[in-house]
């Protein structure tokens, strides 16, 4: 018998390792070390570092291209506004941007403009850190030419989202403990709804005019430029009454306030100097601890009133006004809702609220009245038209009726063919 031989099933060929086996991974690599590297250097920043642990100190300070390093929890909006209007090269905060509490955007803003923050460096770091100094941003880290290196997280557009989302969570508790403070506060001062109010004899007439209390908050700057747009300063003349940094805010319109009201903090020397009648925010009277914000006035040499009362200086600007007798109370960028007074680290509105309930309908917003204003350039044109055809109407009609009239037209005709035809 003839025996058949087996053969082995062969096994299929493995391919020959190359010399280039693994270079792609490694290849892989090296091109994103690449990449994170000229990302890095990018996003390098290099330049004067100034700092202030009131960021509406720091403000006035800062020039274009500057690296402002601010101790600001909760970075509002107005302060991150003001800090993309200096054009800062980046920001630097010793404590946290966004801490959860509410979705504050202050963040948001310097994310969608695309300066940079370098978010929770720390106090130690913000002590040691020199005003003025030169220093380098890269990455998660400020270097100083003294070796100074501070340490924090570089935030991104989607991480600020992220953080943002995570504190809108929050938003619930923190209303409720908004309005719990709030009621224990109306509680304590509710004699402000009915009680006399001492006012400083001012200089400025207020009764029965028009009283324009400029605050430096959110939208101040565009609810300026509408009120003046639609000529409501030209028309109103209104007696022009500034809370603090809100006298700056008139003179860069070139506007001089009449009067300046507040505790003097965050007013610039300039403002106070331009010949406004002062008035320094005093504490209520039997809280014992004055009228801090004199103690500036003197120190530049000029003369001010005070004025005693609970609660902010922009109740206070509009509680003096009423008191005046003004008959209507316009306010910019004044303070109501709540991620407002959260910006502002406010526990609680009751002064606010009882302030307006004081004053009633004499006060309105700006944005209102610049509503009310606005119309757009086609409908003042068909307005215009309307009017124009309106009293043309009886003049037209005369022509047609009267001798005169009659003779004007068949001279105006032969006029016409003898010129024309």
């Given amino acids: ?41 990018a996003s390098l920043v290099y330049a004067r570092v100034l700092k202030d642990r009131r960021t509406k100190n720091l403000i006035p300070r800062l020039r274009p291209g500057d690296i402002a390093l601010i101790a600001h929890q909760d970075l509002d909006a107005v302060a991150a506004r003001a800090l993309v209007e200096k054009r800062v090269s980046a920001v630097v905060n010793a404590a946290a941007s966004i801490s959860g509490r509410y979705p504050n955007r202050g963040p948001l803003i310097l994310m969608q403009t695309g300066i940079p923050l370098l978010d929770a460096v720390g106090e130690e770091a913000f002590f040691l850190a020199p005003d003025g100094g030169q220093a380098t941003l890269i990455g998660d880290s400020l270097r100083f030419q003294n070796g100074l290196c ?146 500036r006035i003197k120190k530049l040499g000029l003369n001010a009133h005070v004025f005693h009362m609970a609660g902010t200086s922009e109740d206070a600007a509009m509680l003096l006004a009423d008191e005046l007798g003004a008959r209507l109370i316009v306010a910019v960028g004044t303070h109501f809702s709540l991620e407002e007074f959260l910006d502002k680290g406010r526990r609680g509105m009751s002064s606010t609220f009882l302030t307006r309930l004081r004053i009633g309908s004499k006060l309105v917003d700006a944005k209102g009245i610049g509503r009310l204003l606005e119309t757009q350039p086609h409908q003042l044109f068909r307005a215009f038209a309307l009017i124009l055809l309106a009293a043309s109407t009886p003049i037209i009609a005369m022509l047609f009726i009267s001798g005169a009239g009659k003779a004007l037209l068949r001279f105006l005709s032969v006029l016409w063919h003898y010129h024309f035809r």
Wanted: hydrophobic share 40%; net charge negative.
């Fill in 1 to 41: 018998m003839r025996v058949v031989p087996r053969f082995k099933r062969r096994e299929p060929l493995k391919p020959k390792s190359s010399p280039t086996e693994g270079m792609y991974t490694i290849r892989n690599a090296q091109i994103t070390d690449q990449s994170k590297a000229l990302e890095e250097k």
């Fill in 150 to 295: 501070l340490q924090g997280k570089r935030l991104t557009l989607e991480l600020v989202e992220q953080q943002m989302e995570a504190a809108r969570a929050n938003l619930d508790h923190e209303l409720t403990l908004f309005a719990k403070n709030t009621l224990a506060y109306i509680e304590r001062e509710k004699g402000l709804l009915a009680a006399p109010i001492e006012v400083p004899p001012l200089k400025t007439r207020f009764a029965d005019r028009h009283v324009l209390i400029v605050v430096r908050g959110e939208g101040y700057k565009q609810d300026l430029a509408l009120l003046l747009e639609r000529g409501y300063l030209h028309d109103a003349r209104p007696v022009l009454l500034a809370v603090d940094g809100g006298a700056d805010a008139l003179l860069e319109v070139h506007l001089r306030p009449d009067v300046i009201l507040g505790d003097m903090d965050s007013v610039s020397d300039e403002a106070l100097k331009c010949g406004a009648e002062l008035v320094v925010h005093g504490y209520a009277r039997e809280d014992g601890r004055g009228a801090p914000g004199m103690e």
